[in-house]
């Protein structure tokens, strides 16, 4: 059973900084690309960033020079510092990532993390 448990997001105010991570736990040996989303309400959930095993990044554009996703692969661990916040940042934010739960053969199984909410206030 894999899990994706993420850190608690908040409340901040406009301009503000905020860091989110998500760590992998469960029989895993290996993981692919690991990504955040977001989910505003009335809105489709959206691809924030991602970052594939060999640290490669692709970022919305509406969070580039904003927003960076980083990795810690020997933790499992997938982090999102979110800088100079604005109100329409505010969100549910949701880990992803793709785990290799096999242990001789690769099979790439998606997981989902429960999602964490973030609050910019104007």
């Known amino acids: 059973q894999v899990q994706l448990v993420e850190s608690r997001g908040g409340l901040v105010q406009a301009g503000g900084s905020l860091r989110l991570s998500c760590a992998a736990s469960?029989?895993?040996?290996?993981?692919?690309?690991m990504a955040w989303y977001r989910q505003a309400p009335g809105k489709e959930r959206e691809l924030v960033a991602d970052?594939?095993?060999?640290?490669?990044?692709t970022y919305a554009d509406s969070v580039k020079d904003r927003f960076t996703i980083s990795r810690d692969s020997a933790k499992m661990t997938v982090y999102l510092q979110m800088n100079s916040l604005k109100p329409e940042d505010t969100a549910s934010y949701y880990c992803?990532?793709?785990?290799?739960?096999?242990?001789?053969?690769?099979?790439?199984?998606?997981?989902w993390g429960q999602g964490t909410q973030v609050t910019v206030s104007s």
């Open positions: 970052i594939s095993s060999g640290g490669s990044t």
């Open positions: 992803n990532a793709y785990a290799n739960i096999y242990r001789y053969i690769i099979k790439w199984n998606e997981y």
């Open positions: 469960g029989t895993i040996f290996s993981i692919n690309r």
